[in-house]
């Protein structure tokens, strides 16, 4: 099973470009890379999955290198509504649950 | 198209009581997950059921956890005589036809054990 490594905490400003990078040495051919994104007291949400190369939707962007073991997520000029924890997962294989790590605590200030 | 439920979001128990915590997936979907989230943790994953059947239980404690998935209604985590530690989070999920579809998740049911 792939495990992922990220950065505990982060801190941005409003209307900054943020970047959590994620490592996962271990991922497997079939496994996707996928975002989360959690608020206090709610469940996760889903922002957005890989497989190589840049993916962006109308949330965030995700750049995957070659070797695919790491991915970067980026989000564009965030607000303070931004501010959560941001999980990422590989996925894939032949599990169905999906493994979380302590994620990223991304606080944005005004 | 109603997302994920879950009921109830808050419950309190007295040690020893048992706790039922239900989840409705998305129209659709007919493979569910429950996790377990303690504070300033990660989710932890505990079962994955399909319809009328448990494909993973790696991640439940042996005793006095059970979920099921029946064919007509929620899917149910039922915890036997709780315990302290079993306050926590518990977050169901659903995903589609396939397990490896994105899965997306309910609000989540807070358990309190006093």
């Known amino acids: 099973l792939a495990k992922t490594t990220q950065p505990i905490s982060m801190d941005s400003y409003e209307g900054q470009e943020v970047n959590i990078t994620c490592s996962h040495n271990?991922?497997?051919?079939?496994?996707?890379i996928t975002w989360y994104q959690q608020f206090p007291s709610q469940g996760p949400r889903f922002i957005i999955q890989?497989?190589?190369t840049k993916v962006t939707n109308e949330v965030a962007s995700l750049f995957i290198p070659a070797d695919r073991k790491s991915s970067t997520l980026s989000l564009p000029r965030v607000s303070l509504s931004d501010t959560a924890v941001y999980y990422c997962?590989?996925?894939?294989?032949?599990?169905?649950?999906?493994?979380f790590g302590k994620g990223t605590k991304l606080s944005v200030k005004p | 198209n109603a997302g994920v439920m879950q009921n109830p979001r808050h419950l309190v128990r007295r040690r020893g009581q048992e706790a039922r915590l239900r989840c409705s997936p998305m129209?659709?979907?007919?493979?569910v997950y429950w996790y377990r989230q303690l504070p300033e943790e990660g989710l932890k994953f505990m079962v994955y059921l399909q319809k009328e059947n448990i494909i993973d239980e790696s991640g439940m404690p042996k005793e006095r956890f059970s979920a099921e998935f029946p064919k007509e209604g929620p899917s149910i985590l039922r915890i036997q005589q709780v315990v302290r530690g079993d306050s926590a989070a518990y977050f169901c999920a659903s995903s589609p036809e396939t397990y490896q579809e994105t899965q997306y998740f309910g609000p989540g049911t807070r358990l309190l054990v006093l």
């Open positions: 129209k659709g979907h007919s493979h």
């Open positions: 890989g497989y190589k």
């Open positions: 997962l590989v996925v894939g294989g032949s599990q169905g649950n999906l493994i």
């Open positions: 271990n991922i497997a051919t079939n496994d996707y």
